[in-house]
């Protein structure tokens, strides 16, 4: 079946999250459940806008329980899930709520269980991540309005097929075991080619070059866009989104003239920038706890807390360790101050580049010297050197 959605600006097919396909065969299962009908397509509006009629596929129900699948679609994105089915059981449990419906999220086969602490769920949870946990319990509870039901509605996610795809991701290495990872922020996959993206980069900026203004922000993602609006007040009109291309943002800003960039992201994406890496993709390099242990060791840290901080799966866990030993404002002192090194080193001496790393979980700030400044220009519309 023909599943597009819709394209990004360089013709890219757009695709949907392992968490949209759960969401909607969530909302799908519970609907037929409760209301004792069968279904082929059901609605769903994603985080991202975006609408979403999802193709239900394996329908089985009865009169406890009702089941379907949908279908994970990538687009043109290179994504190893692409075209597993992601199922859903809904089933009713237990007495009704007097405060309203309860929805219980489970994993089934084929769905990684967290192992080591510092991930979005707990140990021993299903790694189904936040926001499509929400999406699945808001589609489930509109049923229940829906229907007027107020008991309990157990769902429960599994993906055939899924443990052994697993082993071509990340999921092993972060502790999640037996399966994949249910996730997505949006909603929607967008297309992760290479040339797409640093072309995307380059025209963002130029956009802004030719509107007068010469310095702007620069953000890999999601998070960093919210960071800038919510904690800096910057005017997202100015923020250029890089993904993993920290470096070819910058080279594009010396070609286009600009003066001036503050890059702004999360910790566990920048945290490589001090050691020179300028493609944050995990394929590329993950030196995150290197980079960790050897600043630790730089600020006086016994071999065993390098040991601690070296044996950590992120860099909330990282952090975690430096701040019970007291060490880690110290080690963002040097981090920051390696990182600036690097930019300038990449910059030359015509681009001036600063930097803001933040991670809200771990309430953590850190700037090279002239971030601010650079803020301050930035947000008064300087336009001139």
Do not use: W
Request: with cysteine; glycine share 12%.
């Amino acid at each position: 079946m023909n599943r597009d959605i819709g394209t990004t600006r360089s013709g890219l097919r757009l695709g949907y999250t392992t968490g949209s396909c759960a969401a909607g065969a969530a909302k799908a299962a519970a609907r037929m459940l409760l209301g004792q009908e069968e279904i082929r397509q059901v609605r769903l509006m994603t985080p991202k806008g975006i609408e979403l009629y999802l193709d239900l596929e394996e329908i089985t129900r009865n009169d406890t329980y009702a089941e379907c699948a949908v279908r994970k679609y990538s687009g043109d994105d290179p994504d190893v899930t692409d075209g597993l089915l992601v199922f859903v059981r809904a089933e009713k449990t237990a007495e009704p709520f007097l405060s309203g419906p309860r929805v219980l999220i489970e994993g089934g086969p084929g769905v990684g269980r967290v192992t080591r602490p510092g991930l979005e769920q707990e140990v021993g949870q299903a790694a189904i991540n936040r926001v499509p946990r929400r999406m699945i319990r808001d589609g489930v509870l509109e049923m229940c309005e829906k229907y007027g039901y107020r008991g309990s509605i157990k769902v429960t996610v599994s993906v055939p097929g899924g443990e052994k795809t697993a082993k071509k991701t990340f999921n092993p290495r972060l502790g999640i075991e037996g399966g994949l990872s249910i996730l997505g922020t949006t909603g929607i996959v967008e297309p992760m080619s290479e040339k797409a993206l640093t072309d995307t980069i380059y025209l963002e900026m130029k956009m802004i070059r030719e509107s007068g203004c010469l310095r702007c922000f620069v953000t890999p993602g999601n998070y960093g866009s919210d960071f800038l609006q919510k904690e800096l007040s910057a005017d997202p009109r100015l923020c250029v989104k890089c993904s993993n291309y920290v470096g070819e943002a910058i080279d594009f800003g010396k070609i286009l003239g600009m003066k001036g960039i503050l890059l702004v992201g999360h910790m566990g994406k920048f945290i490589k920038l001090a050691a020179g890496v300028m493609n944050t993709h995990s394929r590329q390099a993950d030196c995150r706890m290197e980079v960790f242990a050897s600043h630790a060791a730089l600020a006086g840290a016994g071999q065993k807390t390098v040991e601690r901080i070296m044996n950590c799966i992120n860099t909330s866990e990282a952090a975690a360790v430096l701040r019970e030993e007291g060490l880690l404002q110290p080690v963002l002192r040097t981090v920051m101050e390696r990182m600036e090194f690097y930019l300038r080193q990449r910059a030359g001496g015509e681009l001036a580049v600063e930097a803001v790393m933040f991670s809200a979980e771990d309430q953590i700030r850190a700037e090279t010297s002239g971030a601010r400044q650079m803020l301050r220009k930035i947000t008064e519309g300087e336009t001139q050197i």
